[in-house]
């Protein structure tokens, strides 16, 4: 019997987030049933499943990580075959028998910014206040016995959007730059990237100060948790999780394979651009 872990990537649009739930569809849901169809587990307490994050609905992800145990040698392209087009597996690591994914080195989120009120200047110094060792409370949906993280990076960039499959789409609307603010740390609270979010944008819009950020980072004891309304988890994706000594090997044939799928996504999402756009246009002429 052999331990692997399996690096997924999926797209959260559909999916009632990533853990099970009764009478939903989540991603743990569909990887449980076709490994079980595959034969790779029966048992999830005797294979070891194990997951590295729960991401909330509409949550997408090129890194999440599983582990399991397996009397089989794992094939990723078989089980790729079995899953819908919108979950796949990207790689795979031999782990030793008592590996956790819950436990990484690091962490890599993508938050995406589609707004172009924003100052960059502004959005890099709040980076700033955020990178290192604080006290998350206000930044969590619930009460967690060590509110502590580490953030160890914050890069934060402007991207053309034409700069995207210029052969697949020459005629790509660039209406928006969106900006990537890319998060590093080795462990993250429920729903603190997008509380981190909304302070990013409050203070970039100039509703909220840089010493407003630092008071919310080094909270009194005693004082009510600050109430941050989340940003939207669409625009959020888990782009990787790494491991101390663990080398993922990328499979090559899948990763096309979600790349294509990916690209034919945009496609529709293009004729259905087309089709909003014609309407909204003709609409104005009619009155």
């Known amino acids: 019997m052999k331990r692997i872990a ?37 048992d999830l307490k005797k294979s ?17 990580v599983i582990s399991f145990q397996s009397e089989k040698e794992v094939r990723i392209n078989e089980i790729n075959n079995s899953l819908p087009d919108d979950i796949q597996i990207l790689a795979k690591a031999p782990v030793r028998f008592a590996f956790k994914p819950r436990y990484a080195q690091m962490r890599q989120y993508r938050y995406m910014l589609f707004r172009n009120d924003l100052d960059i200047d502004k959005l ?47 005629n790509l609307h660039d209406t928006l730059s969106p900006i990537f ?13 997008r509380k981190m979010m909304r302070v990013f944008v409050d203070v970039s819009s100039e509703k909220m100060s840089l010493d407003d950020v630092e008071k919310l980072l080094n909270p009194c004891e005693g004082d009510p948790r600050a109430s941050i309304k989340v940003l939207e988890s669409d625009y959020l994706i888990l782009m990787d999780i ?15 394979r979600f790349r294509r ?18 309407m909204i246009t003709s609409l104005k002429e009619l009155y």
């Not at 604080?134 to 914050?154: A, C, G, L, S």
Request: aromatic fraction near 14%; hydrophobic fraction near 35%.
């Open 6 to 42: 399996l690096k997924i990537g999926y797209v959260g649009t559909n999916f009632h987030g990533f853990q099970r739930q009764p009478d939903l569809r989540t991603v743990e849901e569909e990887l449980i049933y076709h490994l079980r169809k595959l034969n790779y587990i029966d």
């Open 242 to 256: 790494m491991y101390d000594g663990i080398k993922f090997e990328y499979d090559s044939y899948a990763c096309e």
């Open 48 to 64: 070891r499943f194990r997951i590295a994050g729960r991401t909330d609905a509409g949550v997408h992800s090129l890194g999440n």
């Open 124 to 170: 890099r110094e709040t980076a700033e206040i955020f990178k290192g060792t604080h006290n998350f409370t206000n930044f969590t949906k619930r009460f967690q016995k060590t509110t502590t993280r580490t953030i160890e990076d914050i890069i934060i960039n402007q991207v053309q959007l034409n700069d995207y499959h210029k052969k697949e789409f020459p």
């Open 181 to 193: 603010i890319d998060i590093y740390g080795e462990s993250f609270l429920w729903n603190m990237v």
């Open 261 to 278: 799928y990916l690209v034919d996504s945009l496609d529709n999402l293009q004729k259905k651009y087309a089709i909003t756009e014609s």
